[in-house]
């Protein structure tokens, strides 16, 4: 039986599939920066929370659940923090490349505002990749853009000198 309010209304648990507020994903956020920080300090910690994260996502590839509308911001979360600790994109600023981090450490932790055990455990892991993709939209477009131009600046590197006749 469901917990009801006095008023008769359901009881919210974290094992209902809710969103957390805009208050308690800024709250998660900004818990987590100076942890982030130490990661974006350090490409040893770095890599190892990306190849935890690439793990874990891999895990979700064919199910993604409430990951389905953020994936492909993830992956690119992936892929900025790739190449910013190999040192090939260094072009972001220290707050965006911190928030790109406290998105990735959400989503590998397990323990969040609701934890990924429970059935919608991954509402909350969604919403605060979409609130950090949000806050570095145009930093994220901007890294996005510099890596199409690089595949193609690689593309016609393997092609060789075109001939002209």
Known sequence: MTPRKPDNKPIESPSRKTRPTKKQVAKA???TKSKAEEYARD???AKKLLDDAVKKAK???INR???AEVWSYLTSLFRLLRA??????QDIPWGSIVLVIVAIIYFV???DLIPDVLPGGLIDDATVIAFVVKQIKA?????LTWEVERV????DIEEGPSELD
């Open 59 to 61: 895990s979700y590839q």
């Open 139 to 143: 930093d994220l477009d901007q890294f």
């Open 43 to 45: 490409p040893k910690k």
């Open 29 to 31: 956020i900004e818990q």
């Open 109 to 111: 932790s397990p323990i």
């Open 84 to 89: 910013y600790v190999k040192g090939e994109y």
């Open 152 to 155: 193609s600046v690689e593309d």
């Open 65 to 67: 659940g409430p990951l």
